[in-house]
C-alpha cells in the first residue's frame, strides 16, 4: 500500500491525520481511497478528473506530471502538497 502525506490545510476533512496508507495502481485511486476514508477530501484536491491548480502531487519526491493518471507503486510516497504563488 502507498503511503501518502496530507497536508495540514486538509485537517479539517482528515480529523488531522496527516499520513494514511491506502491502495491504488494511481494518484486518482489512491485519492478516491483517500476520500472513502475522509469523505469530503476529493473535492478539496481534485474536480472533473484533475488536481486543483492549488494542489501538487508528488510520488517518491518526483512531481506528478500525469496529474491523477501518474501511476504508484505500492510500496509508493505520495505527497499532496499545495501550490504556492507569489510575486
Known sequence: M????IPLLLQDVTGEARE???DGATI????????SRFPGLK???ARDGKPLTTITFTV???IASWGLATP???D???A???TFGGG
Request: net charge negative; hydrophobic share 45%; aromatic share 0%.
Open 80 to 82: 499532496i502538497l499545495p
Open 20 to 22: 494514511a496508507t491506502v
Open 43 to 45: 473535492g478539496q484536491i
Open 2 to 5: 502507498a503511503t501518502v502525506s
Open 28 to 35: 486518482g485511486e489512491l485519492v478516491d481511497a483517500l476520500d
Open 60 to 62: 517518491d519526491g518526483r
Open 76 to 78: 509508493a510516497r505520495v
Open 72 to 74: 504508484v507503486s505500492p
